[in-house]
C-alpha cells in the first residue's frame, strides 16, 4: 500500500515538473510574457486607428463638399428613437434637431431640458463642433445625458451633418481650401542644372590670362 502511494506521488510530482517545465517554453516561445500589440488585430474595430498614425485624411470642408444627403438621412433613422426632425416637431428622449446647425449649443426652441454639460458650453453648433459631438458626445461635453457613442467614420459625419443643413438651417457649407502645388520635378531639375552652370562659368573666367601678358623665360648664363 505504501509502496502504491509512493509511486502516485512520485508519478504526480513528475507531472508537475512536466507541465511547469512546458508552460515556461511555451510562454517564451509565443512570447506570453510580453504586453505588446498584436502584429495583426483579429478584427478591427471601428473608430479605432491602427498605432503608428497615418496619413491624414480629407478635411472636414471637403467631406461636407461630397457629402451624400441621401446617406446622411439613412444614417439619421437611428437618431429617430430619440430625435425628431420636422418644423415643430415634439421632443423625445432628446430635442427636436430642426434647424440645429447654427443653432445656441445646449438652448434648442422647444424647451428641452439639457444637461449642464451643454447648457453651460455656450457658442452655437458650428459644422466643426457638430463633427466632434457627433464622433464623441462625452468627449466633446464630459458629463452629457447623451448616450451616444459616436460614429467613428468622418465621412458618415459630414453626411448625417451635411443633412441635418438641410432641415431647417440651409447654412453655406465651408469653404475648402486651395492646396499649394509643389513645383513639378523636372522644373527642379532645371534650376539645380542652371545654378551648376553658373558657378561653373565663374572660375574659368578667373583663370583666363590677362590680354597681352607675356612670360619671360631666365636668361640663360
Known amino acids: ?12 510530482l513528475f507531472a508537475g515538473i512536466v507541465a511547469l517545465g512546458l508552460s515556461s517554453v511555451s510562454a517564451k516561445y ?5 504586453h505588446h500589440r498584436p502584429h495583426e488585430m483579429g478584427f478591427e474595430i471601428e473608430g479605432v ?6 496619413e491624414a485624411g480629407p478635411s472636414l470642408p471637403e467631406l461636407l463638399a461630397q457629402a451624400d444627403l441621401a446617406k446622411g438621412e439613412k444614417l439619421f433613422g437611428k437618431c429617430t428613437s430619440c430625435h425628431t426632425i420636422n418644423a ?13 446647425v447654427g443653432e445656441a449649443i445646449g438652448k434648442g426652441v422647444g424647451g428641452f431640458a439639457f444637461s449642464s454639460a451643454l447648457s453651460g ?3 452655437n453648433w458650428t459644422f466643426a463642433d457638430l463633427d466632434a459631438w457627433l464622433a464623441s458626445p462625452k468627449a466633446f461635453a464630459p458629463g452629457t445625458k447623451m448616450s451616444f457613442a459616436g460614429l467613428g467614420k468622418p465621412q458618415d459625419r459630414a453626411d448625417l451633418i451635411a443633412y441635418l443643413n ?20 523636372d522644373e527642379a531639375a532645371a534650376e539645380g542644372e542652371a545654378a551648376a552652370g553658373d558657378e561653373a562659368a565663374a572660375p ?5 590670362p590677362a590680354e597681352g601678358a607675356e612670360a619671360e623665360a631666365p636668361a640663360a648664363e
Open 121 to 123: 458650453h455656450g457658442g
Open 88 to 100: 415643430g416637431g415634439p421632443n423625445g428622449i432628446g430635442p427636436n434637431l430642426h434647424g440645429v
Open 1 to 12: 500500500m505504501q509502496d502504491r502511494f509512493n509511486t502516485i506521488a512520485g508519478w504526480t
Open 204 to 208: 574659368a573666367e578667373a583663370a583666363a
Open 49 to 54: 486607428e491602427a498605432e503608428g498614425g497615418g
Open 166 to 185: 438641410t432641415q431647417g438651417s440651409n447654412l453655406p457649407l465651408p469653404a475648402v481650401e486651395a492646396k499649394a502645388e509643389e513645383p513639378a520635378a
Open 30 to 34: 509565443f512570447q506570453a510574457d510580453k
